[in-house]
């Protein structure tokens, strides 16, 4: 209500009912499934960071940018007041323990089972099995295709990759599959992201942004339950599972929890929402980077 100066519900009512664009992004505030590109785009950085250790390279050795586009973010600022000084150098120094923790989760790389596909010659020429679950819209599964897809590019000996998206919502599914998204989505997007792997079209609500076909070749768009049964029998080397625990009841949470540990391979990571944790309930899944939560689990 502040943001579009309305000071009554009253107001805002008829503010939204008028404004079509507006009327999305409340609804969207309800829908679980909402989300963007690259939502958490740290997480994604680290995600690259682990890709580019397993075939030996550096960031120098590439073109790549992930950075959101500065004139989408709105940074606001303000002077803090004097008693709260010390509660953010704590915060500052937390975050610091944070950000050596989350260096320190490339140490495990040769553990991965993702090291050893590339690496190993007995491995070589598997593919990399990736599992984005809830998928909700597609955002965060097209998000691992562009940046893997950008690496395919330069790499010639980047391995083969198999990106699978599961949601319970059809309707999300359908979107993911015609890949066409409102310029909210796009709003921790890379210049150069946007440039390489995306369409822009002027609508009567706005600009859309339609996702370059390339990319839906590397994706499996499936609606499914997942806590009742998955469409395939494949391990994964990755699975992303951001922000669908916090939903769930502890029962429910600890079923699904269990399917992952057993779709993992040994080896396999894990990335929870950054509110998520698995609270040492699983022994086998191994925190390694607390920062962007990064589990490891271990053989």
């Known amino acids: 209500m502040i943001r579009v100066n309305c000071s009554t519900i009253?107001?805002?009512?008829?503010?939204?009912?008028?404004?079509?664009?507006?009327?999305?992004?409340?609804?969207?505030?309800?829908n679980i499934n909402y989300s963007f590109f690259f939502r958490n785009w740290e997480v994604f950085?680290?995600?690259?960071?682990?890709?580019?250790?397993?075939l030996?390279?550096?960031?120098?050795?590439?073109?790549?940018?992930?950075?959101?586009?500065?004139?989408?973010?709105?940074?606001?600022?303000?002077?803090?007041?004097?008693?709260?000084i010390k509660k953010s150098e704590a915060k500052i120094a937390f975050d610091r323990s944070l950000e050596i923790k989350s260096k320190t989760a490339l140490s495990f790389i040769e553990e991965t089972s993702l090291y050893k596909k590339i690496n190993d010659n007995s491995n070589r020429g598997d593919s990399i099995n990736i599992w984005s679950c809830p998928c909700a819209s597609g955002e965060e599964p097209y998000s691992i295709a562009m940046i893997l897809d950008n690496l395919k590019r330069q790499k010639p000996e980047f391995p083969r990759f198999?990106?699978?998206?599961?949601?319970?919502?059809?309707?999300?599914?359908?979107?993911?599959?015609?890949?066409?998204?409102?310029?909210?989505a796009m709003k921790e997007v890379s210049k150069y992201n946007e440039k390489?792997?995306?369409?822009?079209?002027?609508?009567?609500?706005?600009?859309?942004?339609s996702v370059t076909g390339n990319l839906k070749e590397y994706i499996e768009f499936i609606e499914e339950d997942v806590t009742k049964k998955l469409h395939t029998n494949?391990?994964?080397?990755?699975?992303?599972?951001?922000?669908l625990l916090i939903y769930i009841n502890r029962k429910l949470r600890n079923k699904f929890l269990s399917i992952i540990e057993n779709r993992l391979n040994p080896g396999?990571?894990?990335?929870?929402?950054?509110?998520?944790?698995?609270?040492?309930?699983?022994?086998?899944?191994?925190?390694?980077?607390?920062?962007n939560r990064f589990y490891l689990k271990i053989a």
Request: aromatic share 16%.
């Open 10 to 30: 009253h107001s805002y009512y008829y503010h939204i009912k008028d404004d079509k664009k507006e009327t999305e992004k409340f609804l969207n505030g309800f």
């Open 196 to 209: 390489n792997y995306f369409t822009k079209n002027r609508a009567p609500s706005g600009f859309k942004y």
């Open 162 to 184: 198999k990106i699978y998206a599961s949601d319970i919502d059809g309707d999300a599914i359908n979107k993911a599959r015609v890949g066409i998204y409102n310029e909210s």
């Open 234 to 243: 494949l391990k994964f080397d990755m699975i992303f599972c951001r922000y």
């Open 45 to 54: 950085l680290q995600f690259e960071n682990f890709f580019l250790k397993s």
């Open 268 to 291: 396999g990571l894990l990335i929870l929402g950054k509110t998520e944790t698995l609270f040492n309930s699983f022994k086998s899944l191994k925190l390694i980077d607390p920062k």
């Open 56 to 84: 030996k390279s550096q960031r120098k050795d590439i073109f790549t940018k992930l950075t959101p586009n500065p004139k989408r973010i709105k940074q606001k600022s303000r002077k803090k007041p004097i008693k709260k």
